[in-house]
């Protein structure tokens, strides 16, 4: 069989299957992919070239971890993947371009980066012609600095056949592609984009995360949609614990240890009508049932990846995540990891880093899922994920959607 990471690798014939197949690039640990497979997709294909993520995907495969047991997973560079390989009509085409050319922690080079992997991402779509496909990426990549670079995006996304001409600048060939955006009319092939920047937090997810969601239907398809609507928000998280005490009561917190004041508790007895939505996620909520790996050492050992990493400190801008908030952004960081944003604050003002295990729960990994590497580098694919929740609920309205038109 021929090895579709070859760049001579040879084509396949296209078939015609009734499930619903999706292709995952720049898989890292999982994330965006389990949550992908948790909607109902199954991956014809997987792919990333680093191989500590692969290594943890290979592991967890080999222990038979739903979903990721089924998955064909390819380690090598997507550059060199011929997508000729892949037989049957894809549904859907995911995955997160590497996103430390945009990063606000990065060096915010763009497209001069040669980490930018969106051109490969809109060869897959080129290439598989899915009926939708779901990009995502740091916020970073809607500062006002990226603004022409992500309409370059955006337009390339949504007119995939139109490419560049051999040495045409990307600027030459943004323009061409806004000349015929404009005429509305075309023949090429078509998708219809939609970009957003979603809150983890907003959908159950107990971390304050924004990543920025690039959604395209094929034009074919007709599919009217839009982003899923907000689930949980702060407002009702704060009347939970400030007006009904419920938040309190459930985790069974005294009264003379509640923290007392503050600008939540003043907002929460300013509203006057009960938050429709559900209550944010905290970090208390995500790991109350851990016993804490720095007070209780032996108990946390039977949790598996639940090891107390010293050398926490704080320093201005680098607090920690209160627990009765959702935690701040993980981040991977360029040198190792960040320890402001990968800390626990507790109520006494007290830090330590989270563990592995913490910071799996606040991507929502599945629990039983193990991650390959030392410390700093399993927190590095923890940092880059998506949480496999969110992944969930965007890829379910579009899997709803696709199968209702």
Same mark, same amino acid.
Request: proline share 6%; glycine share 8%; with cysteine.
């Given at each position: 069989m021929p090895?579709?990471?070859?760049?001579?690798?040879?084509?396949?014939?296209?078939?015609?299957?009734?499930?619903?197949?999706?292709v995952e690039l720049f898989v890292g640990a999982g994330g965006l992919g389990?949550?992908?497979?948790?909607?109902?997709?199954?991956?014809?294909?997987?792919?990333?070239?680093?191989?500590?993520?692969?290594?943890?995907?290979?592991?967890?495969?080999?222990?038979?971890?739903?979903?990721?047991?089924d998955w064909p997973l390819h380690e090598c560079?997507?550059?060199?993947?011929?997508?000729?390989?892949?037989?049957?009509?894809?549904?859907?085409?995911?995955?997160?371009?590497?996103?430390?050319?945009?990063?606000?922690?990065?060096?915010?080079?763009?497209? =001069?980066?040669s980490r930018d992997m969106f051109?490969? $991402?809109? *060869?897959?779509?080129?290439? !598989?012609?899915?009926? %939708?496909?779901?990009?995502?990426?740091?916020?970073?990549?809607?500062?006002?600095?990226?603004?022409?670079?992500?309409?370059?995006?955006? =337009?390339?996304?949504?007119?995939?056949?139109?490419? $560049?001409? *051999?040495?045409?600048?990307? !600027?030459?060939?943004? %323009?061409?592609?806004?000349?015929?955006?404009?005429?509305?009319?075309?023949?090429?092939?078509?998708?219809?984009?939609?970009?957003?920047? =979603?809150?983890a937090a907003n959908y159950g997810v107990p971390q304050r995360r924004e990543r920025v969601f690039l959604v395209g239907f094929r034009a074919d398809t007709e599919v009217e949609w839009?982003?899923?609507?907000?689930?949980?928000?702060?407002?009702?998280?704060?009347?939970?614990?400030?007006?009904?005490d419920i938040y309190w009561d459930l985790h069974?917190?005294?009264?003379?240890?509640?923290?007392?004041?503050?600008?939540?508790?003043?907002?929460?007895?300013?509203?006057?009508?009960?938050?429709?939505?559900l209550p944010w996620r905290t970090v208390r909520d995500a790991i109350a049932d851990l016993p804490d790996p720095e007070l209780s050492p032996r108990r946390a050992h039977d949790f598996h990846d639940h090891r107390f990493q010293p050398g926490a400190r704080s320093y201005p801008g680098h607090t920690g995540s209160p627990l009765d908030e959702p935690a701040k952004t993980l981040k991977a960081g360029v040198h190792g990891v960040p320890g402001g944003e990968n800390m626990l604050r507790r109520p006494d003002g007290s830090i330590r880093y989270f563990t592995v295990r913490e910071s799996a729960r606040l991507q929502t990994f599945p629990d039983d899922m193990i991650f390959h590497g030392s410390w700093t580098e399993t927190m590095r694919q923890l940092g880059n994920a998506v949480?496999?929740?969110l992944g969930r609920i965007v890829a379910a309205g579009v899997r709803n959607k696709l199968l209702s038109d």
């Open positions: 090895d579709p990471c070859s760049k001579n690798a040879a084509g396949a014939n296209h078939g015609v299957s009734e499930m619903m197949r999706s389990i949550g992908v497979s948790q909607a109902g997709f199954k991956p014809a294909a997987v792919m990333d070239w680093d191989r500590w993520a692969c290594d943890t995907l290979r592991e967890n495969k080999e222990r038979g971890l739903d979903p990721v047991r560079d997507v550059r060199d993947f011929d997508f000729g390989s892949i037989a049957g009509d894809i549904d859907l085409v995911t995955g997160g371009p590497p996103c430390q050319p945009f990063s606000m922690g990065g060096r915010h080079r763009a497209f =001069l980066d051109p490969q $991402a809109i *060869r897959a779509v080129r290439a !598989l012609r899915p009926k %939708a496909f779901i990009f995502e990426n740091v916020k970073g990549l809607t500062r006002s600095s990226f603004s022409n670079y992500l309409e370059y995006i955006r =337009l390339q996304l949504a007119y995939p056949d139109l490419v $560049a001409n *051999r040495g045409e600048e990307w !600027l030459t060939h943004l %323009a061409r592609l806004e000349d015929h955006h404009t005429r509305g009319r075309t023949k090429v092939l078509q998708y219809r984009v939609l970009m957003r920047v =979603l809150n839009h982003f899923p609507t907000p689930t949980h928000s702060r407002d009702a998280l704060l009347w939970s614990q400030w007006r009904e069974q917190v005294a009264k003379k240890h509640r923290p007392q004041g503050g600008a939540g508790q003043a907002r929460a007895l300013a509203m006057r009508e009960r938050p429709k939505e949480p496999c929740e």
